[in-house]
């Protein structure tokens, strides 16, 4: 069996126009790539119906080794502190080439 | 013609659908991008139809009417705050984001309004049309001013601690600037209107039927679903509470009243223009203004200016405020 | 005119070409919500056309009609489920969920047989589309009932247990009936005939080309994207076994002679008429119905139903059913 | 580095039909929110292209915390005994503000 | 509380052209079914804006058993080897009905 | 008439809005699959079009088009290939995959080019409608076949060691193959044809509205994303270097020049049917081929040819040369 190699998976839940900005930690974290997908969803924000434009939630996805992690969080803490709801969790994963999750995305 | 035989043009009674469709909590739904698919045909067909006509009008006019558009864009957000921050019932920074919706327009009740135009026989100008197009964007300045204002002086009070330092540098003021004049429903209802003007003599007759012939019917499909999505927004008229429902319906009578003096008397327009500049005026934005409060004025609340503009004010206009603006663009072209 | 040439519209056509995309396997696939769209723009424009015809047409008719469409939508249902238990090849609760898919009707099979009743010059009443509308609803009402039954009748047996309390009490019967009734595409088409019908004079007019011009091109992309769903369905029909699949060429043959006769002599529609109330009863539902059956009938297989309806009886009636009905319709107008 | 807690996170690949019921016991059992993406796939019961709405599934997350985790479970365990095709998985993972998964969707 | 099991969870982003050849492997390496999900995002190969059909992503997920995983990460390993980008990970999930995974996919 | 008027037509100026919406780092962005439902409906106009005069037309022509579009498919490629083998700028494997897509052809700018000489008043031929279908394939072909062959020559020199055996058995030549053959817009534009060509006289007329009326307005909207898709692309431009930016300018214009002697001396084609064949000569696939590259050729860089493709020729053919193409027609028609 190809070896495995653990790296932190951090998943944001928001609303699709903070899109770029997440992008944009991502590069200054050193992160390798991102992920996003569209979603749907309610909390504390009401309903995100996903219909209009206004109301579009994306579930981001970045892996990345554990020593970039607290520096991707603190960003993210700093964007909650200004007021922007973010739904933020962090997941164990295995990946099978870890040297791809540590070169930093252009 | 009596005034409810003038609701029952097809765009009104589909928007009456959709709201009946929530209403009754049926499982119709528009698929997730329908709405948007429509209104980009709608933005660039009102856009080159407005434009084809601008490029033979009188540019003086024109001109004259993109100034009074950023005159409406920069006053009535001011004229929301105070109210809004007299009322007492929300932070000042929700003031500031709710206000700027109503500097702004809504694209949807400005084509019901030329659809009952339409219905009702009565010839308007193309320059509300350009219109339309400008005043998105001051509007959002003046939000991003009123916002930056506010926190300035909570700050100075000591009621709020020096916002954390922005982990991107995407908050800044130039940024939102740009992200405000740089808006795509903006830059493609201009784009638009800039193509029908200059376009090659002669190549715009194979667009016309495009942007003419299913233009009503591509509207009614679009206010079917934006009035399911008023009806959604309406449920949450009781969290908003009674004041800011009341704030929802006083200020497009004010922006219409405003409209209609500025339709009427500073640019001179006929019934139907001067009633299309009082719809300019009266409706508040759920396009372009939401997504840029979200970014800039994070710590207001969405689900209150969105209530506001799409649950209370846009089905406010659509079904009583267009006819009442035609009756006061009737009363002093009649004066 | 040959049988062949009668198939060579381009509405068959496309349903050809969608079919025989999937059987050889080619990557052609469209965009996720597109079968959707072109669904609700059918909807709405044989909804308008038909209520604007409705608006001027015989009240008593239209009145009948709707009865006769609830018979048949009562009826047809528990005739498939006799037939179904009969066979002893399914579970009585697959009985119940299938047979609930013929009460109801296929917008696209009745669209296939308007386009195809055109192509021949063929007229036709209006009255159908208003069955079209009612039939939806009373179908799954019966698909409830006989699930309910059946299940009542097992636990008699001792063969299930009781079923355990619902989470959130939505299974239950109200809520399902509920759900029946507004359901999304039966209240557009209501909706529509409705707008059609009432709208102010004259204000239909813009909406015409809308709803005449591009109907035929919509409907050919609509069936292009049916023709390979029913492909990609009928490759299970292995799985259903050949009863089955029999009971999928049968039932709409029972359909369609019931359609006849109503069409014929309870209504005295012509033959173009005739043949729609034919479509109306050999053709089974894929869209209002099946997400009904997944919540009503959890027991009941998905792909059984789905097969039935989509990958045989449509198929069956696009290629062979519309011109046979018309056939039938011919014979007993001739005698 | 910002405070990680535990939470559980409860994913479930259903027919969408099945959306609202989903919703329904996510209040009935004081999660504070829930996340829907429109999904594909193919399972027991055959293959889900998500071309047509009737064969489209989602993905329902929530993030609630261990204690609510079994009542939830409980009641997806009620709809598969009723019949229903759900696919449930839970897995561990961290967030950054704990109080805001205890906070119940109104 | 219902009992749960562990499983194993591999998620693959990749082009969505991959797609039908993720689903034979699954089929070939006796997983009971997949979930896909459409995703943009970047990485080594570029921004995928999933505007486009050539630049659309997915996320493919399998359930599968543990001694199940090892046959699966090989077939990956492999395209991998001949060029295609995947980004794949594993990460730990606890189920209902263990049963429901060992089923492979017909 | 100037150059510069020929540029000022409606499908153009949309597609440089487009551009220009990104280069101003504008938010404007079309729904995910709106670009492909409009290419969708746009593929079965000009088919439908195409197939309804081609089965009026002559045979032997159309038969002496296909085989002058496959022999274009087969040469093309292998032209780029030794040349940017020449260049030694890129791997062996990279100059396979960029040089399939020269083989192949955009319908986009074929699309542009149509709306040009429509409002250049220029008639054209339908027989390049057929070469736009079946020129996707071979290009395709020779690019599986080229990237087999170097795999092969590299494997020899030992500078690459054997491939790893295919884990499903799919990246094989026969199923490669396959997918060339049915690759899914090949397909629908192929069934369009012959749809036109076969369906039932007087059963085209009424989607004739449908293919006509609304086709530029579609076209229009088509190119606004594309004009974005090629900014977004074209800022990569940097990363493939100045080299492969000349090839993406120079192969076109051999593309363009053989096409220009293919329409006119072996096809004897007008002014319109020349250019038309010019362009489809000088563009390059961004819909079909790339896919299949991404299977076939994994170890190629897909920004690559996408960047060139998309970013540099598309614009290039769009804005300057489809006025060359008419020009270089104009030049050999006069002779
Ligand atoms: N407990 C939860 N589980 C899953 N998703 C959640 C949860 N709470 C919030 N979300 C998601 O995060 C978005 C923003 O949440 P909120 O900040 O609570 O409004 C919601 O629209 C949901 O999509
Ligand atoms: N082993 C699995 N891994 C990932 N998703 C699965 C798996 N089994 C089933 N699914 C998903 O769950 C849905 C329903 O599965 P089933 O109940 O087996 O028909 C399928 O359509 C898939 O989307
Ligand atoms: N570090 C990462 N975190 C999340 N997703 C990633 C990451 N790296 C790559 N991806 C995804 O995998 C796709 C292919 O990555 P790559 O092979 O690096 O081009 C990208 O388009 C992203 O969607
Ligand atoms: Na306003
Ligand atoms: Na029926
Ligand atoms: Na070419």
Redesign the interface.
């Known amino acids: 069996m190809p070896a495995l190699y653990p790296e932190k998976l951090v998943t944001i839940i928001t ?1 699709d ?2 899109e ?2 997440l992008a ?2 991502v590069r ?1 974290r050193g992160a390798s790539g991102y992920t996003v997908v ?1 979603a749907r969803g309610a909390g504390s ?3 995100q ?7 579009t939630n994306i579930k981001f996805h970045v892996i990345l080794p554990e020593e970039r992690l607290a520096g991707m969080l ?3 803490e ?2 909650m ?5 973010l739904t933020v969790f962090v997941s164990e994963v295995s990946v099978l080439h870890p040297e791809k999750y540590a070169r930093p995305l252009e | 013609m009596g005034a409810l ?2 609701l ?3 765009a009104v ?2 928007f009456a ?1 959709g709201f ?2 929530r209403v ?14 429509l209104s ?2 709608l933005l ?2 009102i856009g ?1 139809h407005g434009g084809y006509e601008l490029g033979r009008a009188d540019l003086g006019v024109a001109l004259q009417a993109v100034v009074w558009a950023l005159v409406m864009g920069f006053t009535l957000p001011i004229i929301g705050y105070l109210l809004l921050v007299v009322t007492r019932r929300v932070s000042p920074l929700d003031a500031a984001a709710v206000a700027a919706h109503y500097g702004s327009v809504s694209a949807g009740t400005f084509l019901a309004a030329v ?1 009952y135009l ?2 009702a026989g009565i010839e308007y100008e193309s320059y509300p049309v350009i219109m339309l197009a400008v005043m998105e964007s001051p509007a959002i300045i003046v939000g991003l001013l009123l916002a930056a204002w506010t926190r300035r002086r909570m700050g100075r009070n000591g009621s709020a601690e020096p ?6 540098g ?2 800044g003021m130039s940024s939102l600037l ?2 405000a004049l ?4 903006v ?2 209802l201009l ?2 209107l800039l ?1 029908g003007a ?3 003599p ?3 007759d ?2 016309f ?3 003419n ?6 509207l ?2 679009f206010l ?2 934006m009035g ?2 008023a009806a ?1 927004r309406i449920r ?1 008229f009781r969290k908003v509470g009674v004041i800011m429902v009341a704030f929802g319906l006083v200020m497009p009578l004010i922006g219409g009243v405003v409209g209609v003096a500025i339709g009427h008397w500073a640019l001179g327009f006929g019934l139907g223009g001067t009633t299309l500049v009082a719809v300019l005026g009266a409706s508040a934005s ?2 372009a203004v ?2 840029a409060m ?2 800039a ?7 209150l200016y ?1 209530t506001l503009a799409l649950g209370i004010t846009f089905p406010f206009n659509v079904i009583i405020g267009i006819p009442l603006y035609l009756y006061l663009a009737r009363l002093v072209g009649a004066a």
Chains 1, 4, 5 share one sequence.
């Open positions: 609303t126009v903070l770029t900005w944009k930690i200054k569209r924000s009401g309903e119906s996903s219909m209009l434009d206004i109301d603190e960003d993210l700093c964007m502190k200004k007021g922007h709801h | 035989s003038n029952l043009i097809p009674l589909f659908l009946f469709a009754v909590k049926s499982d119709l739904r528009f698929p997730q991008d329908m709405a948007k698919m980009i045909y660039v067909a080159l659809a339409d219905s916002a954390p330092a922005d982990p991107v995407q908050g740009h992200e740089t808006n795509g429903s830059l493609l784009g638009s193509i200059i376009a090659a002669g190549s715009m194979s667009l039927p495009f942007i012939e299913i233009f009503m019917g591509v009614c499909l079917l679903e399911m999505e959604r949450e759920y396009i939401p997504p979200r970014l004025v994070p710590e207001a609340n969405p689900s969105l």
